[in-house]
């Protein structure tokens, strides 16, 4: 079964961490990279981060220097650890990968991140 499961979300305060993971199936190297997206409330969804099958990473500008974007393929997973949190990071955050060789977008359910002012 091809799918990205998140986990990670929850409430935080102002100046906070978590750290996301994102589970890959059947396994992470089925995808031609993999981002993270967020989208808060009456707002479009936007990317925050990417990384690519050789490791090369691209972020957003609201969030360099204090999100990071990493995978560990013996694991199939990629992770995005936040740090710094601001309360504008609020938002639901959604994995996804581009899959095969058709490069068909998978999305996972989404996690909800919570900062607390």
């Known amino acids: 079964q091809v799918q990205l499961v998140e986990s990670g979300g929850g409430l935080v305060q102002a100046g906070g961490s978590l750290r996301l993971s994102c589970a890959a199936s059947p396994n992470i190297f089925s995808f031609n990279g993999m981002y993270w997206y967020r989208q808060a409330p009456g707002k479009q969804r936007e990317l925050v981060a990417t990384i690519t099958m050789s490791g090369t990473t691209n972020y957003a500008d609201s969030v360099k220097g204090r999100f990071t974007i990493s995978r560990d393929n013996d694991k199939n997973t990629v992770y995005l650890q936040m740090n710094s949190l601001k309360p504008e990071d609020t938002a639901v955050y959604f994995c996804?990968?581009?899959?095969?060789?058709?490069?068909?977008?998978?999305w996972g359910q989404g996690t909800q991140v919570t900062v607390a002012s």
């Open positions: 996804n990968g581009n899959y095969g060789q058709f490069n068909r977008p998978i």
